[in-house]
């Protein structure tokens, strides 16, 4: 069984943390944490050296931006996790450059959930979310700015490939936690464009013949996983585009998907740079879904 219990929630105290506290509180409901850490991570001091009369002048100004972060913080575990006395909430302030200090701490406090906001419109949101999802072996949650708690719907895009099924089970696990919400479990399967000629099938032959083949694979992997009998939609999509992170993303927007959970590869630091293809393609992607990322 998957366990969450250590979380490490990231805030910049823009407008944006409040949906990520929110969506954190309630997700927290229902997974129940022991401990929660928030974090923020101030950048290095790029005030011009002549606005200040004095040095004291300017250590004072220093000391009292952070004791005006730290108090935020405060203010931000009493709002919204104060009243769980089962959660020990901690706060904490880094200094450095986010992205580089936020990989090293994670590594060091070793969160088993790192919650972090995704900007749809912000510029490198997409390459950020990557490189955090390449670099941190704990499982990790971008919330978007138009993220919804519960999750009615979630996806679970598959391969048939152990890292995807661990993001299965993890949904399955979290169902009875979530309000039982409806799983879409999806698959998107090739057909050849080019067959050896002495193959005598038309191509709506072929396709039909694939098609068998997938809906036949999606039960086997199923039945294998212990899910054969849930209520789970089983989505079997022609990879039509060559590019099955852009079928994913749409079909997640066209059935409004509130919470999209994919697998990837493992603990040791080499493994941890590898997400897979579509899983990197999918964080590329502005849209306005949370993702999970389970290891």
């Known amino acids: 069984m998957t366990k969450l219990k250590k979380w490490l929630i990231a805030v910049d105290f823009t407008a944006h943390d409040e949906r990520i506290l929110q969506y954190s509180e309630a997700l927290a409901q229902a997974l129940m944490p022991d401990e929660i850490l928030l974090l923020h991570i101030l950048p290095e001091n790029t005030l011009p050296e002549n606005l200040f009369q004095s040095d004291e002048d300017r250590e004072a100004y220093l000391q009292e931006r952070e004791r005006s972060i730290l ?3 405060e203010d931000f575990k009493s709002k919204y996790f104060g009243h769980r006395r089962d959660i020990v909430v901690n706060t904490i302030i880094l200094h450095g450059s986010p992205l580089p200090e936020l990989l090293r701490f994670t590594k060091e406090y070793k969160p088993e959930l790192l919650v972090v906001g995704k900007k749809v419109r912000s510029n490198g949101s997409g390459i950020v979310a990557q490189k955090l999802a390449r670099r941190t072996r704990c499982a990790i949650l ?4 138009s993220a919804r708690y519960p999750a009615k719907k979630v996806l ?3 391969d048939y490939s152990e890292n995807a099924s661990r993001a299965l089970r993890l949904a399955i696990q979290l169902r009875p936690l979530l309000n039982d919400p409806e799983i879409h479990c999806l698959y998107v399967y090739d057909v050849p ?6 193959i005598e099938m038309l191509p709506e032959q072929m396709e039909e013949l694939y098609r068998k083949n997938a809906e036949e694979g999606m039960d086997k992997y199923l039945e294998e996983l212990g899910a054969g009998r849930l209520p789970i939609v089983k989505v079997l999509l022609k990879n039509i585009r060559n590019n099955p992170a852009r079928q994913i993303i749409d079909y997640a927007q066209e059935k409004t998907i509130n919470l999209i959970i994919m697998g990837a590869k493992g603990h040791s630091s080499l493994e941890s740079l590898i997400l897979g293809s579509t899983t990197e393609k999918m964080l590329q992607y502005d849209h306005e879904i949370p993702i999970l990322i389970v290891r």
């Open 193 to 198: 464009l080019l067959l050896p000629y002495k």
């Open 156 to 158: 679970i895009p598959t």
């Open 142 to 145: 971008f919330v978007t700015e």
């Open 71 to 73: 108090q935020g913080l």
